[in-house]
C-alpha cells in the first residue's frame, strides 16, 4: 500500500495535484495541515483517494482535529500537523504523545524540514513542505507499507 504524505502546502494548490499525478498508484493520502482547503479541493477532484487531515497552525477556519490515528497493514500512524508539540524545538513531546497512542510511526509537519528519525522502536517522518517558502524546493513523502513494515522516501518537488 502506497500513501502520499504532504504537508504546509499553504495555497499552492498546483503543487499539490502535480505530486498526486505523479503517484497514481497511491490510494491514501495524509494531509498534516496548514491547507485544509487544498485538501477538500484535491478531494473532488480524486474522490476515490482516502485523504486523511488534520488541521495546522494557519488552517483557522478548520475544524479538522489537531491529531489523529490510522492503521495501515497493522501498523498505526499517530499524525499531526506539530505545533502543539514543540516540533521546531525537538521531537521529545511528539514522541510521547505517539507513544500514549501505541503508534509505530508519528508523521508531522510544521517546521518545513524533511525528518526521518528512529527511535525505540518509533519512527518519526516529516514530509518537508509542499509550498516553497523559506528557501526550500518544497518535498513531500511517500511510505510504502507492506506486511506490517514500512519504507519511507522524501522526494523533492521538481
Do not use: W
Not at 498546483?14 to 485544509?36: C, H, M, P, Y
Not at 492503521?71 to 508539540?85: A, K, P, R, V, W
Request: hydrophobic share 35%.
Amino acid at each position: 500500500m502506497k500513501i502520499v504524505v504532504v504537508s504546509d502546502v499553504h495555497g499552492d494548490y498546483q503543487r499539490l495535484s502535480d505530486i498526486i499525478d505523479a503517484e497514481k498508484d497511491a490510494s491514501n493520502v495524509i494531509f498534516l495541515g496548514d491547507g485544509l482547503a487544498e485538501s477538500e479541493m484535491l478531494q473532488d477532484e480524486h474522490p476515490a483517494l482516502r485523504i486523511y487531515t488534520v488541521r495546522g497552525n494557519c488552517d483557522y477556519t478548520s475544524f479538522s482535529p489537531t491529531s489523529a490515528v490510522a492503521s495501515f497493514e497493522g501498523l498505526n500512524f499517530f499524525y499531526t500537523h506539530g505545533q502543539l508539540y514543540g516540533v521546531k524545538n525537538g521531537t521529545d513531546e511528539l514522541a510521547e504523545a505517539a507513544r500514549a497512542r501505541t503508534a509505530d510511526v508519528a508523521l508531522f509537519g510544521h517546521t518545513h524540514i524533511p525528518c526521518l528519525e528512529k527511535r525505540e522502536g518509533l519512527t518519526l517522518f516529516n514530509p518537508g513542505a509542499v509550498t516553497s517558502m523559506r528557501g526550500s524546493m518544497g518535498s513531500y513523502g511517500v511510505i510504502e507499507v507492506k506486511n506490517g513494515s514500512a519504507q519511507f522516501e522524501h522526494k523533492k518537488i521538481k
